[in-house]
C-alpha cells in the first residue's frame, strides 16, 4: 500500500469514540493519537522544535511551540501557542504550560496526517463579533 493510500486510511478512520472534551473544545488525546500513528507506521516519528536550549519561540510575553510529525517518510510540521484552557495565550507560560502545549501539536500534528483531521473542521472560522458592538454600529 502506497503513502496516498495510508493517509487516506488515516483521513476516513472514524475516531469519534475517543474525541475528548474541554468546555466547547473536542480533541483527540496525544497519548491516543500517537499510538495510532504508531500502527499506521512503525517508523513513526516526532521531533520538537528547539530554539537554542529551549522548546519553544518567545513572542513577546507569550510563546509558540512547533512539532513535526513524519509517518509513511512525510514530515509534516505543526505549531501552536502556549495556551490555557480557553484558548489565550498564556503570558509567561511556565514549564508545565509548555509541556502541555507541545503535547498538543503532537495531537494536531498526527492530524495533518489525517487521522481525526475533521475534528479541526470550522477552527479557523473568525470569531464572531459581541453582541453589543454590532448593536453599536447599528445605532
Known sequence: MNST???????TKNVNEHIEKKGNLSYLSWSWAWSEALKADENATFEVKMFGDLPYCSIGQTCMVWVTVTLFGKPLM???PVMDNRNKAIP???AFDVNKAIMRCLAKAVALHGLGLYIYAGEDLPEPEPVQSIRQEQE
Do not use: E
Not at 493510500?5 to 483521513?11: I, S
Open 78 to 80: 505543526c505549531q501552536l
Open 92 to 94: 509567561n507560560p511556565d
Open 5 to 11: 493510500n495510508k493517509h487516506l486510511d488515516l483521513l
